[in-house]
């Protein structure tokens, strides 16, 4: 089955979908030296993550998410079977002039077809949380989050009911995507917080008013973007205040941060959390879980980044800091 990847400025990659002809060993990389991760009997389905070979293999993704490469010459590209209008909507982001003269005038929907996946996908990154307590995650929930999310839908695949997105089970108790959230890290190493262009959520429009903010939030301060997830403000109601630069220097300054706002699980990606072999055109992370769209972000401006995420005095709000 076709299925989509969908980058940062809706460069989407297909996802094809092969069958095995032959019995036939995945490889941990392509070369026929390399470790064997898992072994197909003939007929079984795999996910074609780019058309173009490496040494003769394909890169696949198989159940779970995991991730590893077989012999071209062992696999049958199947006929598409995904929604090409959907594909075609995705694909002409980068090319289409925007569908609203506004942000104002810009549907919930985006300029995806109402009646779509992606129209739910553009509503579920744009839904602001309801409640007053926000559940506090951990880095290791969103790798939690993403193993739970891998028993219900494949990465990178069209998702026709996200309400399969539920009951998780995170270490203070249970969250459903679009639940109120809040993580503490540290903006990544590497590239800098950046505004998106042209989405279809946001109506293709350009310009950093008209996108949203692209964060990647680790650990430590050390950490890659290949350690972190991806939290995005939505320029949508964005206080003025909310600004790369504030963001950079924080970054630069290694300040402890805290984001609050909904869960969203990004469905058109997968997973891109391998230094030694990145995926071309994917975003950096190991979850493809985020906090999508910001509600609230505070800097930590106290001695040794003392502060707790269970305490708001401890923070200075991202409209405060300078």
């Known amino acids: 089955m076709l299925a989509l990847a969908q980058a940062e400025e809706e460069e989407a990659i297909a996802v094809k979908s092969g069958t095995v002809q032959r019995r036939t060993r995945v490889r941990s ?11 197909l009997r003939p007929e079984s389905k795999v996910r074609i993550l780019s058309p173009e070979t490496r040494r003769g293999f394909y890169r696949v993704i198989l159940e779970k998410g995991r991730q590893g490469y077989v012999r071209a010459s062992d696999v049958r590209l199947d006929e598409p079977l995904f929604k090409m209008d959907e594909v075609n909507s995705i694909l002409a982001a980068r090319t289409s002039p925007p569908c609203a003269e506004s942000l104002g005038d810009c549907e919930d929907t985006g300029c995806a077809n109402l009646t779509s996946s992606h129209a739910s996908f553009n509503q579920a990154k744009r839904r602001i949380p309801t409640g007053a307590s926000p559940r506090l995650l951990t880095f ?33 108790g249970t969250v459903d995507e679009g639940s109120l959230v809040k993580i503490a890290g540290f903006i990544a190493s590497g590239l800098d917080p950046h505004a998106n262009s042209g989405e279809s959520v946001n109506c293709r ?8 903010i692209h964060i990647s939030l680790a650990a430590r301060p050390a950490h890659t973007e290949f350690q972190g997830i991806v939290v995005e403000m939505v320029p949508q109601d964005r206080p003025a205040g909310w600004t790369i630069a504030k963001l950079r220097k924080a ?34 992370r190991f979850s493809l879980w985020e906090v999508h769209p910001i509600t609230r972000f505070f800097v930590c401006e106290r001695a040794r980044n003392a502060c707790s995420p269970n305490n708001l005095n401890h923070w200075t709000t991202l409209e405060d800091f300078q």
Do not use: C, T
């Not at 990389?29 to 072994?39: A, K, L, N, T």
């Not at 989050?145 to 009951?167: F, T």
């Open 29 to 39: 990389r392509p070369s026929s030296r390399r470790r064997v991760i898992s072994v």
């Open 140 to 172: 290791a929930d969103f790798r939690s989050l993403q193993d739970n999310a891998d028993e219900v839908v494949d990465q990178g695949s069209q998702l026709e009911e996200r309400s399969s997105l539920r009951s998780f089970k995170v270490s203070s």
């Open 205 to 212: 429009l350009r310009g950093v008013e008209n996108n949203d």
């Open 251 to 284: 970054k630069q300054d290694r300040r402890f941060v805290m984001v609050i706002g909904g869960l969203f699980y990004d469905n058109l990606h997968v997973v891109n959390s391998n230094p030694a072999d990145p995926l071309r055109g994917e975003p950096k």
